[in-house]
DNA sequence: GACTTTGGTGACGAATTGTTACTAATTCGC
DNA sequence: GCGAATTAGTAACAATTCGTCACCAAAGTC
């Protein structure tokens, strides 16, 4: 093996059934919650991800874009590559690989089309096995990512109030944070700017509401972390 | 658009061609180094990641083994995946989709063919235009996930040093790290144990080998970070 | 045996983080 | 009107983590 010439291929030789998976997901009624579309006659599941080959030519973010307006109405703000998926398990359209992509739609978006419908993550309807996969590794990149992706901006309306975000990154981390040391570390990290606007939502003190601008900050070299995930 | 109805596209329909960029990584020395293959006769760039499409029902990590161990000789120990690529660069098969795997070699591995040649990973010759792509999002994954997967144990033999361990997290994060820091984040994260070897380099103290053992910890649940990055 | 080099650790002050407790501004019930 | 309830926002203290310095240990070199 070692000697033989490195004949590699030539890609006209072979070429893939490839699907671009969506996972849509917003928060709906103080839940994660994944957009699935209804499934035609013949499929096994009722229900699936919205997906489609991409197009000759086009980024994959934007066959994402164009899978997930044609079942949404309108088009998310946010995308970000959960990871491919190659294996045996079977994809309802039989491709052979899965480009999972994770859509972002704030909170006070309210797409939907009468073939699609929004299912809270952690109370899922049976699914194609791959999409299976896919939602799943969703789920977890998302929650691995919430501190180094904007992700959490990208599931509120453009202005917020602090509890709303706080509330936010509780849904994706699945634990409560607490107020103080949140505020505290949002204040340090320049991520958000007062409006001068407030909002009260009927009960207790108006809240002020705030905007995602990031601004430079100097550089916070921390130590090495070891935080490996094991589960 | 909205009403349309949900005609996603047959996957016989279109299909794609596909490749898996390989990027073999190494701690070469004192940098970490890519494993690049000369490239044949028409092709404008001397040098390219090694890299095919999958084989029908082939997982994408067991295709970056097959092409990882065709130009290395030996069979890297982990994957991890960098993304997937779809835009207008140009690519050495002409591929529409590109994903890019990382390969991690050991420093201790002395693979290589006649064909392949080690590179520093700040200093390569001019590559395919999407192979630059593909190596600069490894860069850049690989130190952001340093501290979430256990990369750095990867790069070395089963038995190493903590200065070993120290240098090629220096390495992968670009910058000097302090001894005592280093150890005391290492011993609390309990991933790995001594053995009752001790090695001499010929100059100094002989040091301790530990070996790579993660063992479950009480879980670490520190507040959120906001440490997005942004360059 | 003194000097150099690399390994390894204790300890202290600084910075960060978890928590409690308080003040502020609003609605609700009476 | 006015106290209770509810949500927002913050100061301040305690606990923990982190960066750094200082030192000791064990080898080779001269």
């Known amino acids: 093996m070692r000697d033989r010439p490195l004949a590699l291929t030539k890609p006209a030789a072979r070429r893939t059934a490839l699907a671009v998976d969506v996972v849509v997901l917003s928060p709906r009624s103080d839940t994660l919650a994944v957009l699935l579309s209804r499934a035609g006659g013949a499929a096994r599941e009722r229900w699936s991800l919205p997906w489609d080959t991409p197009r000759p030519g086009e980024g994959l973010e934007d066959a994402a874009a164009r899978v997930a307006t044609t079942v949404l ?6 995308f970000e590559q959960i990871g491919a998926l ?36 952690d109370d899922l309807p049976a699914l194609p096995p791959r999409h299976r996969t896919v939602v799943d590794r969703a789920a977890s990149v998302v929650r691995q990512r919430v501190d180094q992706s904007p992700l959490a901006f990208r599931l509120l309306p453009s202005t917020f109030t602090l509890s709303h975000l706080q509330s936010v990154y509780e849904l994706l981390l699945g634990r409560r944070l607490h107020k103080a040391s949140f505020r505290r570390a949002l204040q340090a990290s320049y991520l958000v700017e007062p409006t001068d606007e407030w909002r009260g939502e009927g009960r207790g003190r108006p809240a002020q509401l705030f905007r995602y601008a990031p601004r430079k900050r100097r550089g916070v070299r921390r130590g090495v972390r070891f935080d490996l995930f094991m589960d």
Not at 73 to 78: D, L, M, Q, R
């Open 73 to 78: 109405g309108v088009t998310p703000v946010f």
């Open 86 to 121: 190659a294996d045996a398990r079977r994809h309802p359209g039989d491709a052979d690989v899965s480009i999972g992509i994770a859509a972002l739609v704030p909170s006070d978006v309210h797409g939907g089309t009468r073939d699609a419908e929004w299912f809270p993550l």
